[in-house]
């Protein structure tokens, strides 16, 4: 069974739309969305109606997709451009649209699976706290029941794997440097990449799969994972869209201008 991990789409039809016909290469069977359909870009209602359509078999509510649902006065955290978005947002969906997204859970474990999935962390979901290091990892597996756990919200791909205890000189929990390989020229982004990583039995995984739509680890190029449970992997891609056609909706829709431009900087 081949599982697409989806995260943080925010509104971006472009970048959705070549994932999809990725993951329809692929043999996707089963999606996964860890949250954020909505939020900053300018097709929402486009990208929300597009996932409804999938074999959607997990899906966890991410904070922009929580203000979106609720009332403007509970927006809180947000800078003036996300807060923007947020409003501008509100008023493209139906109201049947914006309690689909409230009735999502903060997290899910999958049954019949080892996947755990969540938009921020697993202690405290509707805190919205990030991942950043091997710290709040540990936080982290502390609620983790499942060897496989999906996380989004950063927009920054990073991976932890906790081991098994063999002595006491082991590093438990250790940082997956080469889930992110955050050194990708310029010139590579080009053409769609991926990176791959085998499932060792007794480990734990958490892993932040990046952002499809607005990628923030200075690679703009769209970020998804598939997990293999055959296999035992789980896989990475990043594929390059038409940013360009995404940054002139924003401007179209008079959103702010400096979402559109961080979209070509992957910041």
């Known amino acids: 069974m081949k599982y697409a991990i989806l995260s943080d789409i925010h509104g971006n039809l472009e970048a959705l739309s070549v994932v999809l016909d990725k993951c329809k290469e692929l043999g996707v069977d ?3 969305s860890l949250g954020d359909i909505v939020g900053y870009n300018a097709n929402p209602k486009e990208c929300l109606d597009l996932m ?4 959607l078999v997990c899906a966890v509510k991410g904070n922009h997709d929580e ?5 403007d ?7 003036p451009h996300a807060r923007a978005a947020v409003i501008w947002t509100k008023s493209q969906l139906t109201p049947e649209d914006r309690a689909w997204l409230s009735r999502l859970p903060m997290r899910q474990t ?18 919205w706290g990030y991942i950043f290091d091997e710290h709040h990892a ?3 597996f502390s609620y983790q029941f499942t060897p496989l756990c999906f996380i989004g919200h950063s927009h920054v791909p990073i991976g932890f794997c906790k081991k098994p205890i063999i002595s006491f000189s082991d590093r438990m929990i250790e940082c997956l440097t ?20 085998s499932l060792d039995a007794g480990h734990k995984y958490l892993l932040n799969v990046g ?7 200075k690679d703009p190029r769209a970020s998804f994972a598939v997990y293999d449970s055959d296999l035992k992997t789980v896989t990475r891609y990043r594929l390059p869209y038409d940013i360009e056609s995404a940054q002139a909706k924003i401007i179209a829709a008079g959103l702010p201008e400096r979402l559109s431009s961080r979209l070509a900087l992957g910041i």
């Open 30 to 32: 089963e999606f996964i």
């Open 67 to 71: 203000y979106v649902a609720g009332a």
């Open 110 to 127: 999958l049954k019949g699976t080892l996947i755990t999935a969540v938009h921020a962390t697993l202690d405290s979901p509707d805190s």
């Open 73 to 79: 006065n509970a927006i809180e955290g947000f800078n």
């Open 52 to 55: 409804r359509t999938l074999k």
């Open 178 to 197: 080469d889930w992110e390989s955050r050194n990708t020229p310029e010139s590579h982004f080009k053409r769609a990449d991926s990176v791959s990583l």
């Open 138 to 140: 540990a936080d982290n």
């Open 211 to 217: 952002s499809v739509g607005q990628p923030r680890n």
